[in-house]
């Protein structure tokens, strides 16, 4: 039986691994703010030694400037997250995800079944797929007993291919006729229609691809029964329990509070700007009208004022982190285009590209810049002026050097903490041990992705 006893030898070389991975994020990762302080101190001593613009002045200003310029953006992803968090947790999408975690029996099952679920969320769209991964991993830990942090590294392996769906910021922005951020319009005068992104090979087979392999390789690092760490079903049963509340005295304000009528008052207005704008062939999908879809549906859904301003409330407390987060990212990407920093750390890699390697290089330059620069957008706007232009040079097309900055994002992920945050703030459990799994993730992701770039392009 060699293919039996080759394949438990691979199982428990992968655990091992996975063990010696998780104990080294439960004793070595810090807090995600303190990485990115980290971050910001490791930004500022590259570009002094290898930067054009190196004088301390040119990257103090740098990262001031950084800070507020990403102020805007910072509260656009704040409200996008809680309105995403209320919208996911009203009556009828919270009762969708409950009667679909009731389906799995085992661990396993859950495990995939999560991953999936999470991941379908993802290509629909970042902000809810990043709420509904949480609330769904917390669902499954009700019912089945099996590792929670393992459960929640599947359920954000899953939600990262939101870089591959229709909610892609490099995706929207390079569709965008006229976007000040549309680096491929301004390069080559034409913009890169979404489906030309969407519909690529080099973006579906990673994703039809990891959708297989992700899945068993979690399952061959699964925690055996003496090392598992199980959710507390009590404690997520309590935390999630809808109390009702006293009823005070029927006042004008009280009847205000729950007047339905008020939340169809404000659907019905927006639900009107988005008829005229279909009808007149303007309606673009952009961060602002991501916003304004979730709050008119989480108005619909939660049906009174009142009612959706507490979940609201339920939702504010896991926007902090990123709040707190996106200053000093800000300051690393003002330093990182600045001082042209960025342009050092793309131009290594395409300096010895091919137009067959152009793609690759690009993905991995794309991976270390995402953890300097871990908003995709942002991201996008730092590297696309050096990758853009050395895809036209080279007679490389458009579509696959985004869809190369889009792959870098997604797996870098994997290993830059930011987004996790949320996620975890939601799920309610600690960093160390699921980062200890992504990175295992990370090693796979990384080797399909990069993979792909180079055998299909």
Known sequence: MPSIASSGVFSNGLRRVTKL????AERVMPDPFVIAIMLTLLTCALAMAVAPKSSPSDILTSWYDGVFKIAAFAFM??????????????????GL???????????????????????????MNWAVGLVVSAIFAREIAKRVEADFAWL?????????????????????????????????EKVTGHVLPMPQFLLSPLNLVPVFALA?????????????????IAADSKKLMAEDEVRPEAEGP??????????????????????????????????????????IAFLLAGMAMHWTP????????NASRIAGPVLLQFPFYGGIMGIMSATGLADVLAGVFIKFSSATTLPFWTFVSSTIISLFVPSAGGHWIVQ???????????????????????????????IQPMWVIPLLAIAGVGMGRVMGFTLIIFTVMFAVMGGTLLILH
């Not at 008052?265 to 309606?283: D, N, Q, R, T, W």
């Open 306 to 313: 009142k009612s959706y301003l507490k979940a609201i409330n």
């Open 77 to 94: 992803i704040a409200l996008t997250l809680v309105s995403g968090h209320a919208l996911a947790t009203s009556k009828p999408v919270s």
């Open 152 to 184: 929640v590294a599947a359920a954000y392996a899953g939600w990262t291919f939101y870089v591959c769906g229709i909610s892609s910021s490099i995706a929207v922005l390079s569709a965008m006729s006229g976007s000040p951020l549309n680096v491929i």
């Open 384 to 414: 696309a002026p050096f990758v853009v232009p050395a895809a036209q040079h080279l007679g490389v097309s458009q579509s696959s050097v985004a869809i190369a900055v889009a792959l870098g994002e997604g797996v870098a992920n994997m």
């Open 21 to 24: 991975c998780v104990l080294l």
């Open 97 to 123: 995800l409950r009667r679909i975690a009731a389906i799995p029996r085992s661990a396993t099952g859950a495990m995939v079944l999560t991953f999936l679920v999470s991941l379908i969320a993802g290509l």
């Open 250 to 291: 029927r006042t004008l304000a009280s009847r205000l509070d729950n007047a339905w009528i008020l939340n169809v008052a404000i659907v019905m207005l927006g639900c009107g700007y988005f008829g005229i704008k279909l009808v007149e062939h303007k309606l673009t999908l952009d961060l602002n009208t991501l916003v």
């Open 212 to 228: 297989v392999i992700l899945p068993l390789v979690l399952h061959f690092v699964k925690p055996r029964c003496g090392e598992v």
